[in-house]
């Protein structure tokens, strides 16, 4: 019964630490899966603005080239060389902007193709992504509710076993498992103990087999028991 109940209050252990963890674990998933999804939404929005961008600089070099073409057409409306030479400074400096206007739209039609692609093919990984990480917290949500149903099962024989373990023995039970991290009980094979990992006393081993009485590790002073695992699995 001793055994029975490590056995039970070892799972026990095991169902509350992933109680606990599995809704950290949930968590995090749904942080990545929003933080995926604002990724996306800055790729829209830095495209967004490359676009607005290169539609500014077309409607400077349309204004410009107007501005040119009137600058050109008062060209014959001039009376002095001085006029005339001013004239043709203002075009060729429109010139100049409009070559290096030129450029940066050559510039942002480039990073506006590359943006777009990386948009494309982040919308493309999001239905896999999605699928998957739903999935996931889908099984994080059945498991959950089936750790409730668990432990409470686990609780209820729990409470069984001690009933019927003598009390004194149920109190020394209990203080080991405090003081050796939930594990009381621990099987001992050719001469280890399977808490400490240290040998036995030989004599003690070979009574351990007899099963006639409750027995301590010398070492650890966990509570031992011979356990045949060449015939046992």
């Known amino acids: 019964m001793l055994i029975k109940l490590q056995d039970i209050d070892s799972e026990i252990k095991r169902l509350a ?31 967004d603005v490359l676009n607005q961008a290169h539609g500014d600089k077309e409607k400077e070099l349309r204004g410009n080239i107007e501005s040119a073409t009137k600058t050109k057409g008062r060209l014959l409306e001039v009376k002095t060389n001085k006029e005339y030479e001013a004239m043709l400074k203002e075009i060729e400096n429109i010139n100049k902007k409009n070559s290096s206007i030129e450029d940066e ?55 069984q076993c001690r009933e019927i373990i003598n009390p004194d023995l149920l109190k020394r039970y209990d203080v080991i498992k405090e003081k050796r991290n939930g594990q009381a009980v621990v099987p001992v094979w050719k001469e280890v ?41």
């Open 193 to 233: 103990c399977g808490g400490c990992h240290m040998n036995i006393p030989p004599q003690l081993y070979i009574e351990l087999q007899k099963y006639e009485k409750v027995r301590l590790c010398p070492n650890c002073n966990r509570i031992i028991y011979w356990e045949d695992k060449e015939n046992n699995g």
């Open 105 to 159: 739209i050559i510039n942002l039609l480039e990073e506006i193709e590359k943006a777009g692609a990386k948009l494309k093919e982040r919308e493309g990984e999001r239905v896999e992504y999605i699928k998957h990480n739903e999935r996931d917290i889908t099984k994080i949500d059945k498991e959950l509710e089936s750790i409730d149903s668990l432990l409470e099962k686990m609780l209820a024989e729990d409470a």
């Open 17 to 47: 630490a992933r109680k606990g963890y599995l809704p950290e674990e949930k968590e995090r998933l749904e942080e990545e899966k929003a933080s995926f999804e604002q990724g996306i939404e800055e790729e829209k929005q830095r495209l």
